[in-house]
Structure formats: C-alpha cells, structure tokens
C-alpha cells in the first residue's frame, strides 16, 4: 500500500450505488479547504447543514448535507469531512472527478481511513480487525461477535498480560543487575515463576477456544458423504430449497465439492455435498473423492446419508475426529421407513420433504452448541494465534529453565512479551499493515 500520509484522501463510503443516500469521506490536512471549496464556509463542528456542492467553475452537483469532524476528534484522528448526496452514479462520479482536480487529494485504498486511525493511535490492530468483520458480518452471531472485539476486550487482556510479563521482567533485571541493594528482592525466582505458570496457562485455555470464533466467523462446516446416489445432492437442494447441485441417476455424478451457506439459528452453516465414496472408482471419480476425504476431515460434521443404513462400510473413508449423524435418506420409495428402526438417527426424504425440519434443527442445534453461548474473550485471527503461541512458547521455555539463568529467563520475557505486543500493534508493526488493511473495503 503506497500510502502518503501528507495526502489528503477520499473515498466513497456507503457502499454500493445507485443507493438513496451516498456518503463521501474525506481525510487529511487539505479536507476542510476542498469542502470550502466546494460547499462554502463548513458547518459547526459535528453539525450537519443542508448545502450546494458545486464544481470550482460554479456549475452545481448536488445538493446535500455537509459534516465536518475537527482533529483529533474523528475517525481517523486528521480533519475530515462528509459529503452525504443523493446516491446517484453520475452525481457521484461529477463529486469524485472534482476533488481529483485538487492538489494533494486523491483516492484512498482499501483500508487506508482505518490504518490513519491506526497510525494516530484511535484504535488498535485487534480493534480494526473487528471493524473488518462488523462489516463482513453476514449472521446474527458475526455481528454479536465483531461488536464485543471491536470493544477493545482482546486488546485489553493481551495489553494486561504484556504488563504483567514487563513487570516480572524487571523484577528479574533488577536482580541480576543490583544483586547487592537492599531494596531490591533477594530472590524474584518464586513469585514471578508461580505468576507465568498461571499465565501460561491462561493463555493456553485463551487459544483453545479460537476454534469457536472461528466457527463464528468462518461458518460451521457440514460435510454430506456417501455411496453414490445415496441422495447426496438431493439432500443439499432440498435444504437449500435450490438447484444447487445436478441429481442424476449416473454413479458418480458429483466429482467435485459443491457448497451453500445457510444461516441456522443466527450462525453460518456452510453444506458441502461431495462425490461418492466407492472403492471401484475410475480415475478422475477417485480424485473427487479425494476431495471429499478432505472435506469430511475439515468438518465440523458429518453427515453420512444412506439409503440402506449401515450397509456402506465407511472404514478408511471418514475421520474419527469428526462427529457423524446417519442420515436415513429417500424414505419415500420404503413407505414406512423409520430411523428407529434402523441404524439411522434420523430419517428424510428430499422429496416429499419428510423429516427435513428435524434435520435441519439438529445441524442448527450442533452448530448452536459449538458456538455456545459464553461471552469469553478469544482470539479471532490466525495471526493473533501464531503471536500467541508464540509467546506461550517462550513462556514455557522461561518455565523450563526452573530457576535457571536469569540472564535468559529475563530474554525469554521478554520475547513473550514483544509477541504480545504485536498483535495489537504496539510495537514492530509495520510489515503487517499491508497485510492487515488491505483487506478493508475501500472508504473504512
């Protein structure tokens, strides 16, 4: 990302056009002299009037409402300004061909207002990551999600824990470098052992729930395997209440992973039919159920659909890992098929439809039940848990030295507490901005 800070920046920031109402954004120290150039003296702080926005040549706009937010006090810390217009593509495009005739203004990038606020420190790495995922929310449970990280919880615990390590660390250097003072503790050894012993474990049980936001955030994953016309993709269509997948009466139709997203109880379902699993398979219908191997062990679930339940051997094919509900399918062509009677726990037709509400609530009901319903703080992004095992990594080697060398325990603090520092952007940052706010839509 080329940005320039000196650069005043704007951007679209209401979404896609033609809409009722499109805001323009501006950021940067040039924000207030364009918008009084185009609109005339601005608007009290924090004040929305009613204005003519005109080209420099005097020829009209729009008119629309005019906003000013003063330094510091506005998203991005800089001077910035909104244009709120009629969401008209041609309106806005005469609004965004103006202001690139101003010197020093031009277009942000994606992310860019968000990294400004980063930089001029109105929120942290953690707490701009959430913001991303607030937008991105697509259920219930994402919102609620982002809402509650883009609070600062995330921040606040790794900011405690990081204090915590730099206190324990200078207890261990004040040791080791005033051995002989008398006000200086003769032996740290016990207390700040005892105190990264039940920090390591905390963070231990930290990482261990990142697995539920990303449930949240990622979708819980359903895996539909099978014999072939077990009435896998029929299933999925009767679900989807689509044609999503092709249903044929030809073994081995579906060769490749066919997807839907649902939203299940406020949480985001993501069904998978996959191939046929058969030992005869030619070439190209092994790969898809290679394929399918590898959707099944990246499940949360699995269902197991079979027209005669208990009679596909599934040794070899399913991961142990992953939990399976035996899916009793097409009881229509056997009237008075149950699922108690069989090996099944529970039995449908995607034809008539019986038994699919109870099929349905029962994937809503695990998903429900892996998402739970704590409020914990976890971690959110693959980057925060590789930061995190790593710092619980230099944390055990710390533990491990047992009283050791306090020349090395104090180092291996220290890089627990540098790791921590990272994810919410304290220090040693900048290789992951690019990274971190280029996947912003562009305008936040």
Partial sequence: MCAVIQDTIFALSSGRLPAGIAVMRLSGPAAFSAAEALSGPLPPPRQMELRSIRKCSAELIDRGMVVAFPAPHSFTGEDSVEFHLHGGRAVVTALTQELCTFAHIRQAEAGEFSQRAFRNGKLDLTTAEALADLIDAETEAQRRFAIDNAGGRNAALYGDWREKLLVARALIEAELDFPDEDDVPGSVAAPVWHGIEAMAREIAVHLDGYHRGEIIRDGYRVAIVGAPNAGKSSLLNAIARRDVAIVSPEPGTTRDLVSVDLDLRGIKVTLTDTAGMRAEAGFVEQ??????????????????????????????????????????????????????????????????????????????????????????????????????????????????????????????????????????????????????????????
């Fill in 287 to 444: 790969q898809g159920i290679e394929r399918a191997r590898e959707a099944a062990s990246r499940s949360d679930l699995i269902l197991l659909v079979e027209p005669d339940p208990g009679l596909l051997d599934v040794r070899g094919f399913l991961p142990e890992a992953v939990p399976v509900v035996r899916v009793h399918s097409k009881i229509d062509v056997h009237e008075g098929s149950d699922s108690r009677e069989t090996r099944a726990d529970i039995a449908v037709s995607a034809l008539t439809g019986e038994g699919l509400h109870d099929l349905i609530d029962l994937i809503g009901a695990r998903a429900e039940s892996a998402v739970g319903t704590r409020v914990d703080t976890v971690p959110f992004r693959e980057r925060h848990v590789a930061e995190l095992r790593a710092a619980l990594f230099a944390l055990q080697q710390f533990l491990d030295l047992d009283g050791g060398p306090l020349e090395i325990a104090a180092e291996q603090l220290r890089g627990a507490s540098d790791r921590l520092a990272r994810i919410i952007g304290a220090i040693d940052v900048e290789d992951l901005l690019d990274v971190v706010f280029s996947r912003f839509c562009i305008g936040k």
